[in-house]
């Protein structure tokens, strides 16, 4: 059997029973760490979800591309990256579009000056992962800075992969990290400061 899963490999033909056990085995235990890498670049829980959902319908797609023994995260990371871009762009050249019938219904309703916020929990989650005060110095960076910070120092990537998921050279990636680094320290400096640090 390993010896003809290789074979069908080699040749990039996937049965359906392969692809399905490549995708579970290779992809999903990866499922969380998609999440949180894409609602820090969204901010947005739906916004969050749906690209996940994007990015595992085209790993699905392309899993024929993907090499088996490689670093399976890190090539999520990069359609996940990518679905990202292409989807900022997309959005930044639409104009805004606001509900005037999702707007006008909350003002009258009885319940506008006493809205409830409901809790959601994976965001919670993600929030607590790092502290409130790192997380919103982190999410006020550029997405450029925000991701390498996320990637590296979150994640695990090596400066290697790093290269691979943002399509960028090394060097590049040592820069946009040491620069990032420094607007994060910027952020927390203050903070720092009030909890009794020495900057």
Same mark, same amino acid.
């Given at each position: ?21 490549? *995708? ?5 235990? +990866? ?6 890498? @894409? ?20 790993? *699905? ?11 399976? %995260? &890190? ?5 996940? =990256? ?7 762009? =997309? =959005? !930044? =050249?639409? /104009? !805004? ?14 319940? @506008? ?9 994976? &965001?919670? &989650? ?10 919103? &110095? ?18 695990? *990537? ?5 290269? %691979?998921?943002?399509?960028? /050279? ?7 990290? +040491?620069? @990032? ?19």
């Amino acid at each position: 059997m390993i010896v003809a899963m290789s074979e069908t490999l080699a040749n990039n033909e996937y049965t359906d029973d392969l692809r399905y056990e490549v *995708f579970n085995r290779e992809f999903m235990p +990866h499922i969380d760490s998609m999440y949180n890498f @894409a609602f820090r670049l969204t901010m947005d829980e739906d916004d969050a979800n749906d690209l996940v959902q994007d990015t595992y319908l085209k790993a *699905f797609r392309f899993i024929s591309s993907f090499e088996q023994g490689t670093n399976a %995260k &890190a090539w999520l990371f990069r359609i996940l =990256k990518n679905s990202f871009i292409n989807d900022y762009r =997309k =959005k !930044s =050249k639409e /104009p !805004s579009k606001v509900d005037y019938q999702e707007v006008e219904t909350t003002y009258n309703s009885e319940e @506008a000056s006493d809205t409830t916020y409901t809790v959601d929990l994976r &965001a919670d &989650a993600v929030q607590e992962l790092i502290g409130d005060e790192v997380a919103n &110095a982190l999410n006020a960076l550029p997405v450029d800075f925000r991701t390498v910070i996320i990637l590296c120092d979150i994640e695990g *990537f090596t400066y290697e992969e790093m290269a %691979k998921i943002l399509d960028i /050279p090394i060097g590049t990636v040592r820069s946009r990290l +040491h620069r @990032a680094r420094n607007l994060l320290k910027e952020k927390l400096r203050s903070y720092a400061s009030s909890m009794g640090y020495d900057s």
